[in-house]
């Protein structure tokens, strides 16, 4: 084999590795965040006692239960707004009407995460309280996690405003 075809190859070689690297790592959060808040709550109620443990486990099983049709509908609410906003004429009343739709079924999903949130911090002492809260926040963030917001920065933090676009 020439010199040229043993570099070349090499190259190739290399150049895949580093491919696959970046793919698995694109793609790898999403299969994380997946499962993270099952994972990350078990982790946090293995230090509770038993009791507690069970009341944390059926009362995410019950959520789960009871907002299953309501995921659905936003699911199927969401590809409602994605249609209307690629469709060949656009239509801003209708857009508009769908997202009220979408937001309304997201309080009620919001509305039903809270309730159960404050029924379990009834039965929970300030240390299991506050490792429920870290899960939830770390897990409510999606992919960003739970940051601070803008308007909570220093001037100094935000980055510089470009007045063309505002």
Known sequence: MSKTVKILLTLSIILNVLFVGVAIGMYSHGFKTKVS???????????FPPDKQALVTESMKSLREKTKATKKEIRAKRKEVVEVLSAPEFDPALYDTKVAELHSLMDTFGNEFAATA??????????????LAEVIMKRRGGKHMYKE???DKSEKEK????????
Do not use: F, T, Y
């Open 37 to 47: 808040m099952r994972r990350d709550m078990k982790e946090v109620i293995k230090n």
């Open 149 to 151: 917001s803008w308007d």
């Open 159 to 166: 980055p510089p405003v470009n007045e063309e676009n505002e």
């Open 118 to 131: 404050r029924d379990l911090a009834l039965n929970l002492d300030q240390d299991e309280r506050k490792a």
